[in-house]
């Protein structure tokens, strides 16, 4: 069981862990919980976070979201999110938000491409942000 945590705007948050093997980038990310985004994606706070290498980004692509189509960066990614003694790793493509302006404060979102492998439960009025994983490409036992 993955448990996450409402912020002090009422966003939901679950933590997890980035490893983007090109680019030697290994660390944590706070992401939004977002059942409207499509693809997981990394903006700029977070990717100055992880020191992500912004020059070394390939294969620009326009992405569709309510702030219009700014450019985003595909990028081979594994993803692990760790509850109690069980870590549940996903490999996916990563979008990787150019910077803008518009989008430095924007956080990290965790969408469909990981979420559609869960059971969420979102019960804001009683504290619990819960997920049950029902596929992983791979799980590790501690």
């Keep these: 069981m993955l448990t996450g945590v409402f912020d ?3 966003q939901p948050i679950l933590k997890g862990r980035l490893i983007v093997p090109e680019l030697n980038v290994d660390g944590r990310v706070k992401f939004r919980v977002d059942t409207g985004a499509d693809r997981t994606s990394i903006h700029p706070r977070d990717a100055r976070n992880l ?3 912004f020059h070394l980004l390939r294969n ?3 992405l569709q979201g309510i702030g219009g ?3 985003y960066y595909w990028q081979p990614a594994y993803l692990t999110f760790t509850g109690g003694s069980e870590t549940f ?4 493509q ?3 938000a150019a910077p803008i302006q518009s989008n430095a404060t924007l956080p990290s979102l965790l969408g469909q491409d990981i979420l ?3 059971q969420m439960l979102h019960a804001p ?3 619990r942000l819960e997920f049950e994983s029902f596929h992983a490409d791979f799980t590790l036992m501690a």
Aim: aromatic residues 8%.
């Design 69 to 71: 189509a700014p450019t």
């Design 94 to 96: 990563v979008a990787v």
């Design 125 to 127: 009025a009683r504290s």
């Design 8 to 10: 002090e705007r009422g």
């Design 89 to 92: 790793g996903y490999r996916l």
């Design 116 to 118: 559609r492998h869960w």
């Design 60 to 62: 620009p692509v326009p």
């Design 51 to 53: 020191a992500l290498p």
